[in-house]
């Protein structure tokens, strides 16, 4: 067997993916100012069109290829760069900074780009300032042509069926863009494991590796590339064997799965009859049906801050409502945990106020409620159309990223006011429906008596809980070494989390990774939860190891075990914690 080349990055999902690669490169193509001599005015001129004419064509035939299936939202983006291309106007400053200053055309595009991205961030309308994006990615589609980073039989934003994207990093709402246009997996620079972009490939099951430093060098447009997202492995010019071996693994991986495929309709009770509800995590409206084939008894979580990307201008109320109504129809009659925005950290969007320069560190600022509680506007029409979706079935309503019972108040002060609105107007809701918030801040653990008192419910995030008690940035895969979801003090938190459920006689689920891990599930079990949301994928393996576990036994180990908390090597603990369940 031979490798000539390969990678290793942070292992994101236990899938693995073959295709050839496709380099997404997303920095700035570098541009050497250079001047011209007068007498190369005249063919610097016709570089210029001619890289216009080329980004124009491929932007056309990419726009040709558009399987009919693709959501319209696609279509109207591509359709919006065409019109710009196809405006001649476009690059005539680039065109007189050529005539008059003797740039290269390189550099009077270059310097084009960045005026006209400046006049655009200096706008006051949040719509037109979110179209500063547009323009950019178009005058770069073109200069990617003078520079020779571009070549028309490449897909600038059309389909990248069974290619696997190559990429300096990739943002959430680029995942769910990979999706649509069937990328096979990715591979990206930069990013962590826990971090949104991961989770969500894991969820829309995207293999994928992280924080191959170097990857848009290393590998080549076109070649064949092997990702090994268990073990965080990506290879090239892999020879027929190494081939073979992973196409054994994936058919053995689906063959499991096929397998675990007949447990969707069988109860998920433990071997000593104590039952677990098994819930998935939900990012798109349209996995709902899927999730609910996997035997999911409802959403435990859905991450309604996928809603507000790739667009223009936030969901109103009608469009809410509409997409709540789709999931709930997927999940036929099964609860559904809406959770309320989430956006900041490392789920932007354009015109997001927590993108702003000045902000250093955005997983600290203006996150989920906070953020909602400041921008009523973007608030206020959600829980409107949550509100009148429980009027149709079982809906819960939770909150993120709460670290205060300030803000809990603040909200059900705010709910409040919604009900005696929509009471006014004579349009339904449940008034019952259930109100609960998420425990993903070390203080919201360490105060969560004081949350249970005003709650109806907890759900624990791990991913930020771990990300903010041992102060490592998800999206940092220099510091993912760090993140131990059994560190003592992260497991002193969860713990606090549950008693301070059963004190108040509420519910305490989880639905960070940590609860479709099948390595935490026998402690998670042994700490008393009773609730676990996942992504869709892990459900019927876990329900598998559920319907495997002896949960009073469990019980009993955990609490022998944690009693020693103290006294414990932190490694041996993790290390008796993993064999809890063997
Ligand atoms: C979490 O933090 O554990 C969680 C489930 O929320 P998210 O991953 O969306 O931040
Ligand atoms: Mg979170």
Redesign the pocket.
Known sequence: MTLSCGGLGVATARAIAIGPAFLLDRRPPAVTPRNLAPTEITDELQRLEDALAAAREALRAVRDQIPPTTPVKVTEFIDSHLLMLEDAALVDPARALIRDRLFSAEWALEHHRMNLVQAFEDMEDPYLRSRRDDVDHVVRHILGFLLGTSSSDQPADGDLRGCVVIAHTISPADTVMLRHRQATAFVTEYGGP?S?TA?LARSLNIPSVVGVHKATDYFRQGETVVVDGEAGVVLADADADILAHYRRRMQARDQHRARLRRLAGEPSLSADGIPVNLLG?LELPEDAVTTRANGAAGIG?Y?T?FLYMNRDRPPNEKEHLATYLEVMRGLQGTPVTI?TL?LG?D?QTADNPATRPTVCNPALGLRGVRLCLKESDLFRPQLRAILRASAQGPVRLMI?MLSSPREIDEVLTLIEQLRQELTREGAAFDPDMPVGG?I?VPAAALYATAFARRLDFL???????I?YTLAIDRTDDTVSYLYEPLHPAVLRLIRMTIEAGQTHGIPVSM????AGNPRYVPLLLGLGLRELSMQPDSLLEIKELVRGAHITHLERATQKLLARIDDQDPEALADAIKRLGS
């Open positions: 826990l949104h989770i995590n979580l991450r801050e959770r989430d950290a789920k993120p998420m993903e759900s624990i995030g791990t991913n930020d809980l990300q639905c960070g990774e940590m």
